[in-house]
């Protein structure tokens, strides 16, 4: 098959640098403070988020540069390489840190396969369902062996444990297989049995469940389960319309856990006001709009699935840690993307919006 190939998305592309530009502002901003008083550097955390950032967003250029046919080839290797450290991570190499063990790998070169996982999947199925299109409405020849797979590799990130990501995940496949034409029925069933499935996860882990009850009435248990929730919504109410001003929050001097990675949307709203976060949450619909517009216009069945998935991998955990961060859902433990600090998740979103560049050069809508 011959491809035409023209410039990628500009719109997509900007977009994704000015929230990578308001996400290293925002590290340093949210993470000075306990950074220079527990490490005696208060650029620790921004000058590692730099580093990472322009190795990520070197690696989407080059995935933007690659022979769009051969993105195909990778989806079968990429998902083995995957499964192995998914299995490796939960194994004595694993790297434990705050309770969970989610990292491999030593010193500046550890790297989380959950973040990988999220890339993986999306390619990986994006594969099978184009092979498998004609038999996406048959339950037992198109849909269970998709489930398996997803069973399979959110089975292996809840051992870490890990739910938020398995969320994601099994959301993101979800969306794919409606996508690629699955029965409604069928998509009903899967979605009432993930919900069973979620249900029972919490159900089994006593902090699990101590955080859903903490969600319902956080100020209820305002010192231990409940004290997250209520210091980020403290933050987000601070704000204000224009916020404290850049650099000025009250909440990152140790009130606020996590305030530079899971809540740092919270830092955000309370220094840059509610304009602030509708500017972040606007750019994240552009992205959306972006996004789907690739996979409307891709060349084939799979850029097509594959540009679905990345974005919705994407715009979904976004939706999610803002929702949690806002206490529309309880404390999951997923960052927002290129917002958050972490090496990892901001390395495989790039890369992910690399691939999503590449298909729009190939876009049948010029």
Sequence with gaps: MRLRKGPPDFI???TTLLLVGIGLIMVFSSSAVTSNIRYDDAYLFFRKQLQWAVIGLICMLVVMKLNYLRIKDL??????????????????LGIEAKGATRSLGVGFLQFTPSELAKLAMAM????????????????????????????????LIMLQPDLGTSFAIAGTAFFMMMAAGARGSHLGLIALSGAGVVAAAIAVAPYRMERFIAFLNPWKFPTDEGFQTIQSLYALGSGGLFGMGLGRSRQKFFYLPEQHTDFIFAILGEELGFLGAFLVISLFLLFAWRGFRIALNAP???????????????????????????GALPVTGITL?????????????????????NISRYSTYR
């Design 75 to 92: 989806a079968i290797p990429l998902m083995i390489f995957t499964l192995l450290c998914l299995v490796l991570v939960v194994t004595p």
């Design 124 to 155: 990986f199925l994006a594969r099978v369902m184009e092979v498998n299109l004609d038999r996406m409405r048959s339950f037992t020849q198109g849909i269970l062996p998709i489930l398996v797979l997803i069973a399979l590799v959110c089975g």
């Design 12 to 14: 997509l592309f900007i």
């Design 300 to 326: 084939d069945t799979f850029g097509s699935l594959l540009a679905t998935g990345l974005t919705t991998m994407i715009v979904f955990q976004a939706a999610i840690n803002i929702a949690v961060v806002s």
């Design 337 to 357: 993307p290129f917002i958050s600090y972490g090496g990892s998740s901001l390395l495989f979103t790039l890369i992910a919006v690399g691939f999503l560049l």
